[in-house]
């Protein structure tokens, strides 16, 4: 299993600090965050989803393009994927981001899933999303270059089993899903094993990041005690990754592991290295 990063991850570098800092790492692939970073944000402190430093434009020339490509190649590492925020039915931007995946030579882009929120009825957003992936499956095919849906708490995709509904459909060569067991303490917990042998061929990514209910006072009006996630670091959440790296060796996974930590541990060079060296640990425990 190789390892790389999410730039969602990493706000504060540059395109070519991030590159460097990977290499440094010992990481073998970087996943470019594609979203625009809000114009009132380009002046604040730098964060994961605001003035995200290593973000590719979603309005994009080649020249844009070629800093990204530029920067992994000078470090001698792989763009390994493009990673937007796509709107399930958007096939134009959808194309797009194929566009600009096949500009930087990556192998994967993620592809849009619907959010749950109680305002629309799960069957009509199911197939909806059915409809979006087999469109999206042609295109991936057209591209050479393979599409993803995340396991994600607040979608209709939270559980591995739940992702596997929406792409059993599809053929695993150019559409697949991406595991994330961090997700899964906010929402869709299944045994990891259990969860990578339903996938089965269509897990693709996995990304690594931990995270870890808290309680909150007593309400003083109905006395309930509620429960909120928050993101923790690798060792201090409720995935035990050790575990997970066991299982995905179990399933023959040969796939990436993706590093994407919120927790604000540790800044963005120090945190790269503890992810790698823990990954590693695990990954090759002789």
């Not at 530029?70 to 590492?77: F, N």
């Not at 808290?214 to 923790?232: F, I, M």
Request: with cysteine; aromatic share 10%; glycine share 8%.
């Amino acid at each position: 299993m190789r390892i790389t990063v999410f730039t969602v991850a990493t706000p504060d570098l540059e395109p070519a600090q991030l590159a460097a800092a990977a290499k440094r790492a010992g990481l073998d692939g970087i996943e470019w965050r594609y979203q625009d970073v809000p114009k009132p944000q380009k002046d604040a402190p730098s964060s994961f989803w605001g003035n995200n430093k290593c973000s590719i434009p979603t309005v994009w020339e080649e020249k844009d393009l070629e800093v990204f490509r530029e920067a992994a190649a000078r470090s001698g590492i792989q763009s390994a994927a493009v990673v937007p925020y796509l709107t399930p039915g958007d096939m134009a931007g959808t194309e797009r981001v194929l566009r600009a995946a096949r500009y930087l030579g990556a192998s994967f882009i993620r592809l849009g899933v619907h959010v749950y929120d109680r305002t629309r009825p799960f069957a009509e957003l199911f197939a909806q999303q059915r409809r979006y992936l087999k469109q999206a499956e042609e295109l991936c095919r057209a591209y050479g270059i393979k599409g993803i849906i995340e396991t994600h708490h607040g979608t209709i995709a939270p559980t591995a089993s739940a992702a596997y509904r929406l792409v059993e459909e599809c053929d695993p060569a150019h559409i697949g899903v991406l595991y994330d067991p961090g997700n899964m303490v906010y929402e869709g917990y299944e045994n990891y094993r259990m969860g990578m042998e339903i996938l089965g061929p269509y897990l693709a990514h996995v990304h690594a990041k931990n995270a870890a209910w808290e309680q909150l006072p007593e309400d003083p009006e109905d006395g309930v005690t509620r429960w909120r996630v928050v993101w923790a670091g690798l060792k201090k959440g409720v995935v035990d990754w050790k575990q997970v790296i066991d299982d995905l060796r179990a399933v023959g996974y040969k796939g990436c592991i993706g590093i994407e930590d919120f927790s604000g541990q540790w800044g963005t060079e120090e945190m790269l290295a503890n992810f790698a060296g823990s990954l590693r640990k695990w990954l090759d425990p002789k």
